[in-house]
């Protein structure tokens, strides 16, 4: 079975840019969790959707962070105005129904913002 | 809030043991385990749902001592393949409290097994 699918793996852009990251579930999941992870922060939830509703979107840095998920096999991330201090690999995980902690995490986006 | 690990990092010769221990300062209905190898993305291990419960993963265990709020990953007889960083999750919150449930990392305990 596909694991989780996140595009694009790397990403550099210039400050101010608008950034979209992508993911695609495993089929069936219907948890999804956004992540950002750095050497000072750890592991970060971001936002986490249920049913491709958004449950807490409390760890969602700022206005300039937004997330959607318009169907059960798509969500995306946005950054629109990308800063530096954003540079960080932002992960996406899905987990079954009934099974929220139990995260299956895609690859990784490795954004760095210039 | 973030849960704390000790200890922050641990070198082990193949064979030997280690425990990580994940300590929480919020009310816990569960606790997992990732572990975390360089430059790719956290590996499900474990969930440990009820307080004293142990679990186990090939030769990894658990346990999670819900009214001390904390886990332990024990590790026996390292393998070179363990080697990794070790996150343990929380939920906590939920319809009683704050009406979500959240879900918090830990601060990773870096394992390293030499051969």
């Known amino acids: 079975d596909a694991g989780v699918i996140q595009s694009p793996r790397h990403e550099v852009t210039e400050m101010g840019q608008e950034v979209t990251l992508r993911c695609k579930p495993i089929s069936g999941h219907n948890s999804l969790f956004w992540y950002r992870q750095t050497m000072m922060r750890g592991l970060e939830l971001l936002i986490y959707?249920?049913?491709?509703?958004?449950?807490?979107d409390s760890g969602m840095p700022e206005d300039r962070f937004s997330a959607k998920m318009p169907n059960a096999s798509f969500s995306t991330l946005k950054i629109q105005p990308s800063e530096p201090r954003d540079s960080a690999v932002y992960f996406c995980a899905s987990s079954p129904r009934g099974r929220p902690r139990e995260q299956y995490f895609g690859p990784g986006t490795r954004l760095t913002v210039t | 809030q973030q849960p704390v690990q000790s200890p922050q990092a641990v070198i082990l010769r193949e064979g030997e043991d280690a425990v990580i221990n994940c300590s929480s300062s919020?009310?816990?209905?569960?606790v997992h385990w990732y572990r975390q190898k360089h430059g790719e993305a956290p590996v499900f291990l474990m969930i440990l749902l009820k307080g004293g419960e142990q679990k186990g993963h090939e030769k990894i265990s658990a346990s999670f001592n819900e009214k001390k709020q904390q886990s332990s990953l024990y590790l026996t007889a390292s393998q070179l393949s363990y080697s990794g960083t070790y996150f343990c999750g929380t939920v906590s919150g939920g319809p009683t409290t704050s009406g979500t449930y959240k879900y918090i990392f830990g601060t990773g305990t870096r394992l390293k097994v030499l051969a």
């Open positions: 919020k009310a816990l209905y569960s």
């Open positions: 959707f249920n049913n491709n509703v958004p449950i807490d």
